[in-house]
């Protein structure tokens, strides 16, 4: 049954077609309607839309429904069509006609943009909480292993001394960096659709700034159609931050695959942290590593299939932005349990200490010498040569020591640098927090 229903029902098949996975979606999203649901009603009553009591009893009924949502007992009864449509026939059903006049002045067009903005805003906070656990962590490995040293590469081959501080701080930080993408994605997020209808707008004398502060929006789409249109640009902006910060994970896993293979023996995890082969008793294979690889590549996808979903659209409502659920949803479950199990990885990670006290990798140390006779007073193009000759000659005896001191260089971290920049590129939840907060006073 559809609220909208007159005296026929679409096809079974196209019923079935065009609902696709909506329900699963809708579940997640129904304490997300109730909240929008409150602060619409509140506003329908300061335009005389609803009566002061008739405002106390659906204010009664949401925070009933909202309770069994928490609980678990909400399901979307069979024949019903979306999570705004239970909610309304449950308030109908237990209030009376006063269920029927909460969806005055709306559109399940902006009922639905509403929803998703309040998911994304909850979901970004939580994605932001797991990429600063994963962050502080680095911070501080960096800080444990500043002083060990390991190879450096540049084309996959061996180039220069690095550090694992070094390697565990430049992750670090490009997470921070990451984070102005989450930025830009949670300000656009932040903005109020609610109001603007079925995109163009409503001849009801609608507030909606009353509901853009009760909903601690920090401002609201101001015009409708514009308001519409912001479904697809939202979920573009936020498919590029999901990516970002899965192009980050995908160089930690990448890296992590290549430092834990015999050939490097750079670092390794304990044994309840891999997993082993059927016939090969010696393996310990980096299965975690390789399934975070095949995630965030997943995510890295993401930003193209949507701008192919959203190519050709004119403007208004297209049933073909259903489908960006599809896609965001579940991409945040794979960036968050990336992000979870990356943690608990680099919780128990050992790496390999004097590394390059091997005489392997002698020639590591290439670059220092140059610059050493550099300092002594030596032409660099002439220091250059001479030590591309002694490595021809085999005549190459290098000292081991590394002395670098400028910013961001394996003796000076700036790893308090790269702290405020994380806090520099932080989001502000506390007036979302707030709001909702009062909404359900």
Known sequence: MKLWQKDKTSKKEVETFTIGRDPEFDLLLAPFDLSGSMAHASMLASIRLLTADELQVLKKGLKEIREEVQNGKFAIAPGVEDVHSQVEFLLTERYGDVGKKLHSGRS????????????????????????DELFNLLLKLAEKHKDDLMPGYTHTQLAMPSSFGLWFGSLAEGLAEDMLLWQSAYALV????????????SSFPLDRKMTTTLLGFADMHHNVINAQNSRGKAEKFLSFALAGTAGTLNRLATDAIMYMNQHFGFIHFPDELTTGSSIMPHKKNPDVFELIRAKTNQIQGYPQS???????????????????????????EQL???????????EN?????????????????????VNRLVLEGLPFRDAYKK???????????????????HEGSIGNLCLEEIKQKMQASGIDFSKALQAEKELWA
């Open 387 to 405: 030590v591309g000759m002694d490595i021809e000659k085999n005549n190459f005896t290098p000292g081991t020591q590394v002395r670098h001191t």
């Open 306 to 332: 949507i701008m192919m979903l959203l190519t050709n659209l004119s403007t208004g409502y297209h049933r073909d932005l259903q489908l960006l659920k599809e896609t965001i949803f579940p991409a945040f």
């Open 108 to 131: 399940r067009n902006d009922q639905v943009l509403v929803d998703l903005k309040l998911y994304y805003r909850q979901a970004i906070r939580e994605t932001v909480a797991e990429i």
């Open 336 to 346: 968050n349990d990336s992000l979870k199990i990356a943690q608990l990885m680099l």
């Open 349 to 369: 990670i050992s790496v390999r200490k004097n590394l390059l006290d091997d005489d392997f990798y002698a020639y590591l140390f290439s670059v220092e010498e």
């Open 190 to 201: 932040n903005r109020n659709p609610l109001g603007s209808a079925a995109g163009y707008g």
